[in-house]
């Protein structure tokens, strides 16, 4: 059901049982997957495909161009999957380069205000709270959360799984698995509920628990520490550590301790580790 007052290129494809309210705009070069609905305002933009059983809501705008000093003429395109719940006002931009891709997978959902900058890669099952900002080239993995307002710098990386604190400026990459305190932008622990909501058996738990406590518990060098993950867990989840370390350009998020013989636990997130020892440094890229 394509609303009165909408505008829908003769050279959009739209697929079947799609809706599309009122006052929306759906430019040439576009998909609509099957039963997608598009709420009044959207703005489906050219070079914008997107998957079935898509709701978008009001004044989203997908597909804009690249917001660069020195974009070229002929930009890239943005492919959304399947499932994906896209709320008020939120923006998603084409890639710069005509050849590349700004994409998001399945069963995500983007609240009010996020925004997804050109080139992007979201994974599947991500949820971008109210106003969250992604720089160019971000990646996110899937199910990772990231919580209001929180910014990532362009080029970062957040593991699967991760959980971000609200109002987080993330300039580094963020492992998987792990939570970010708010406040600090720290890593806390791991995301023990996002884990328990994920499926992770007890003994997945405990393996990634053992190999946090070696990243940032043992006063490993960088070098010693992947090559120490790489040995230590050469297969299961906990293998995702070392993979995700080994590769990136911007270093890597900290972890925020308390200082020593300080046992006041500050954060339910926070392991259950003695906090007795003194807290590791951020690791250079090229430690």
């Given at each position: 059901m394509i609303h009165s007052t909408a505008i829908v290129s003769e050279l959009a494809q739209v697929g079947a049982d799609v809706e599309i309210g009122p006052f929306s705009i759906v430019e040439a070069d576009v998909v609509l997957g099957d039963r997608t609905k598009l709420a009044g305002h959207v703005t489906i933009?050219?070079?914008?495909?997107l998957g079935a059983d898509n709701t978008v809501c009001e004044g989203a705008v997908l597909g804009g161009f690249?917001?660069?000093?020195?974009?070229?003429?002929?930009?890239?395109?943005?492919?959304?999957?399947?499932?994906?719940?896209?709320?008020?006002?939120?923006?998603?931009?084409r890639a710069?380069?005509?050849?590349?891709?700004?994409?998001?997978?399945?069963?995500?959902m983007l609240m009010v205000g996020a925004h997804v900058a050109h080139d992007c890669r979201v994974g599947n099952r991500v949820i971008l709270t109210n106003g969250v900002m992604l720089g160019g080239h971000v990646e996110v993995g899937d199910r990772a959360?990231?919580?209001?307002?929180?910014?990532?710098h362009q080029h970062c990386r957040i593991g699967r799984l991760a959980m971000?604190?609200?109002?987080?400026?993330?300039?580094?990459?963020?492992?998987?698995?792990?939570?970010?305190?708010?406040?600090?932008?720290?890593?806390?622990?791991?995301n023990k509920v996002?884990?328990?909501?994920?499926?992770?058996?007890?003994?997945?738990?405990?393996e990634l628990k053992a190999a946090y406590r070696l990243i940032y518990r043992e006063g490993l060098t960088f070098r010693e520490m992947v090559s120490a993950l790489e040995g230590r867990f050469p297969v299961g989840v906990a293998a995702e550590f070392a993979e995700f370390f080994r590769v990136g350009t911007r270093g890597f998020v900290q972890e925020r301790?308390?200082?020593?013989?300080?046992?006041?636990?500050?954060?339910p997130a926070v392991d259950e580790e003695e906090t007795d020892k003194p807290a590791i440094k951020a690791f250079p890229h090229a430690a």
């Open positions: 933009k050219s070079g914008t495909t690249a917001q660069h000093a020195n974009r070229p003429p002929n930009s890239g395109r943005v492919m959304i999957g399947s499932r994906n719940i896209i709320r008020e006002h939120s923006t998603v931009h710069i380069q005509a050849d590349q891709t700004t994409t998001i997978g399945d069963d995500c959360c990231l919580g209001g307002n929180a910014a990532v971000v604190g609200g109002c987080t400026k993330v300039v580094q990459d963020l492992p998987p698995f792990v939570l970010t305190d708010g406040a600090t932008a720290l890593i806390v622990g791991l996002g884990l328990q909501r994920a499926g992770f058996s007890r003994e997945e738990v405990l301790r308390s200082p020593p013989k300080f046992a006041l636990r500050v954060h």
